[in-house]
């Protein structure tokens, strides 16, 4: 069951993960727009060859809808902008002896809304996959990655550099509130050196990513899943995952304005506006256009990088969404607990199932533990 299938990245999980899905599974796509579903069933169909797909429209705001959505379910993936309801729905979820995965940013609600849950979750077999996607999703597989290189890793970076077309008059208010949450979670606060530091502008990394992205000064973002990885990696002394800007207006004068309203909850839905208006006018770029993380690791075996990149945003967070869900349908991956999908997935097959998801993956350096 896909909430939020009608959306741009739950359309895109759902038409990728449709082929080769089993004879004895069926893609239920639920959101609220009669039309959208339809249109997305259509897709989903005509990319797996067969009839694999239900909609079931449903308003995921009211509980007693949702208790109703989810009965049935064998697994519930989240792609809507849901994190004021996370709780609501991860215990309906529970109810009904689902597993869960979802798509949504790391923000502090869904994630304690989560982790309350987490002792519940464990005792009843279910295995609860959050921050899915690419950022979060893909940093801490990098590293772990690298660690299968390395070993003991003493430095893991990762590095976003993004030259899209952001299209925000498509973007939900709810896919906006939940970027602002991340505004006011940032504070240029990254692990370097065994220690949190506060990093100034002239401290940021400045990366040269890959054209037509080109050299990019980046910002410390907080991902839980990089504390996760530090705690799992105690000689991991700098990690960090850090995002390239856009234009010098929109890095020095757009963004921190942003980050500043984003902390006063009484100027929300004013700050929101703001950020439609931001992306909309001066974060957006002409084709060709093109998304990429880079690694870079030390470790006790020397250096190792990987770079994973694509040109289409919504491409970028299905596949690996898509990877992590095929290896928890089969079994393979499964397990009972709440984990970050970074965290959870095998990075000796992970990268070589988005390369045949369609991203491109570049890896160097090290050699195999």
């Given at each position: 069951?896909?909430?939020?299938?009608?959306?741009?990245?739950?359309?895109?999980?759902?038409?990728?993960?449709?082929?080769?899905?089993?004879?004895?599974?069926?893609l239920?796509?639920?959101?609220?727009?009669?039309?959208?579903?339809?249109?997305?069933?259509?897709?989903?169909?005509?990319?797996?060859?067969?009839?694999?797909?239900?909609?079931?429209?449903?308003?995921?705001?009211?509980?007693?809808?949702?208790?109703r959505?989810?009965?049935?379910?064998?697994?519930?993936?989240?792609?809507?902008?849901?994190?004021?309801?996370?709780?609501?729905?991860?215990?309906?979820?529970?109810?009904?002896?689902?597993?869960?995965?979802?798509?949504?940013?790391?923000?502090?609600?869904?994630?304690?809304?989560?982790?309350?849950?987490?002792?519940?979750i464990?005792?009843r077999?279910?295995?609860?996959?959050?921050?899915?996607?690419?950022?979060?999703?893909?940093?801490?597989?990098?590293?772990?990655?690298?660690?299968?290189?390395?070993?003991?890793?003493?430095?893991?970076d990762?590095?976003?550099?993004?030259?899209?077309?952001?299209?925000?008059?498509?973007?939900?208010?709810?896919?906006?509130?939940?970027?602002?949450?991340?505004?006011?979670?940032?504070?240029?606060?990254?692990?370097?050196?065994?220690?949190?530091?506060?990093?100034?502008?002239?401290?940021?990394?400045?990366?040269?990513?890959?054209?037509?992205?080109?050299?990019?000064?980046?910002?410390?973002?907080?991902?839980?899943?990089?504390?996760?990885?530090?705690?799992?990696?105690?000689?991991?002394?700098?990690?960090?995952?850090?995002?390239?800007?856009?234009n010098?207006?929109?890095?020095?004068?757009?963004?921190?304005?942003?980050?500043?309203?984003?902390?006063?909850?009484?100027?929300?839905?004013?700050?929101?506006?703001?950020?439609r208006?931001?992306?909309?006018?001066?974060?957006?770029?002409?084709?060709?256009?093109?998304?990429?993380?880079?690694?870079?690791?030390?470790?006790?075996?020397?250096?190792?990088?990987?770079?994973?990149?694509g040109?289409?945003?919504?491409?970028?967070?299905?596949?690996?969404?898509?990877?992590?869900?095929?290896?928890?349908?089969?079994?393979?991956?499964?397990?009972?607990?709440?984990?970050?999908?970074g965290?959870?997935?095998?990075?000796?097959?992970?990268?070589?199932?988005?390369?045949?998801?369609?991203?491109?993956?570049?890896r160097?350096?090290?050699?195999?533990?």
């Amino acid at each position: 069951m896909i909430l939020g299938a009608s959306g741009q990245a739950g359309g895109a999980l759902a038409v990728l993960l449709a082929p080769g899905l089993a004879p004895d599974l069926e893609l239920v796509l639920v959101g609220r727009d009669p039309g959208r579903l339809a249109a997305a069933r259509d897709r989903v169909d005509a990319a797996a060859g067969r009839a694999v797909a239900a909609v079931a429209r449903h308003d995921l705001t009211d509980q007693d809808e949702t208790r109703r959505a989810v009965a049935g379910a064998r697994l519930v993936v989240v792609a809507a902008s849901l994190p004021e309801q996370t709780g609501a729905l991860a215990r309906a979820t529970l109810a009904a002896g689902a597993d869960w995965f979802d798509l949504m940013l790391s923000s502090r609600r869904k994630l304690d809304a989560l982790a309350a849950l987490a002792p519940e979750i464990h005792a009843r077999g279910c295995c609860f996959v959050t921050d899915g996607g690419f950022h979060p999703g893909l940093p801490a597989a990098m590293a772990r990655w690298a660690a299968t290189r390395l070993g003991r890793l003493r430095r893991a970076d990762i590095h976003a550099g993004m030259r899209i077309d952001w299209r925000a008059e498509r973007l939900a208010d709810s896919t906006l509130a939940e970027a602002v949450e991340e505004f006011a979670r940032c504070d240029l606060t990254a692990r370097v050196g065994g220690r949190l530091r506060r990093l100034r502008l002239r401290d940021l990394p400045v990366i040269d990513f890959a054209p037509p992205i080109g050299r990019r000064a980046c910002t410390p973002m907080p991902l839980d899943e990089m504390r996760a990885l530090v705690a799992a990696m105690p000689g991991l002394e700098t990690a960090g995952f850090y995002v390239g800007g856009f234009n010098p207006f929109t890095d020095g004068v757009a963004f921190p304005l942003l980050m500043a309203l984003a902390r006063i909850p009484a100027l929300r839905r004013q700050t929101i506006a703001l950020t439609r208006l931001v992306l909309a006018r001066c974060a957006g770029a002409p084709p060709p256009h093109w998304l990429e993380l880079r690694l870079i690791a030390e470790g006790e075996g020397g250096t190792a990088a990987m770079t994973v990149g694509g040109d289409d945003p919504y491409r970028m967070t299905a596949a690996p969404a898509v990877a992590c869900l095929r290896r928890l349908l089969d079994g393979t991956l499964r397990r009972p607990g709440l984990i970050h999908q970074g965290m959870l997935v095998d990075p000796a097959v992970f990268f070589d199932d988005l390369a045949g998801l369609g991203l491109t993956v570049g890896r160097s350096g090290g050699a195999p533990a």
